[in-house]
Nanobody, 123 residues
Framework: QVQLVESGGGLVQAGDSLRLSCAAS????????TAWFRQGPGKEWEFVAG????????NYADSVKGRFTISRDNTKNTIYLQMNSLEPEDTAVYYC????????????????WGQGTQVTVSS
């Protein structure tokens, strides 16, 4: 298991950008895929983006394609989510999650979770 801590959330206006970070600690020597999920007010959990251990494979929800970019720096044990052209619909608590094995998009596939960081986008 790895421990995850998110940071970088905040209050921004529509059209602005934010970069979220997810710092991993613990058993980081074991290859793990990572994903970002979010839960907006009164909404279901939503997969946002995922990245493989090597960083060579990524996937995105249709709602964020072309606006968000996931990346990772394994030398720093940190995963990033660059969010551009933010929209009010992106308002949510964003969570970083990790799992050993390949990319996945369901919350049930992930065993390690951060505490979440709030992103609020005003119109």
């Amino acid at each position: 298991q790895v421990q995850l801590v998110e940071s970088g959330g905040g209050l921004v206006q529509a059209g602005d950008s934010l970069r979220l970070s997810c710092a991993a600690s613990g058993r980081t020597f074991i290859p793990y895929a990572t994903a970002w999920f979010r839960q907006g007010p009164g909404k279901e959990w939503e997969f946002v983006a995922g990245i493989s251990w090597s960083g060579g494979t990524t996937n995105y929800a249709d709602s964020v394609k072309g606006r968000f970019t996931i990346s990772r720096d394994n030398t720093k044990n940190t995963i990033y989510l660059q969010m551009n052209s933010l929209e009010p619909e992106d308002t949510a608590v964003y969570y970083c999650a990790a799992r050993t094995g390949p990319l996945a998009t369901a919350t049930s596939n992930f065993g390690s979770w951060g505490q979440g960081t709030q992103v609020t986008v005003s119109s």
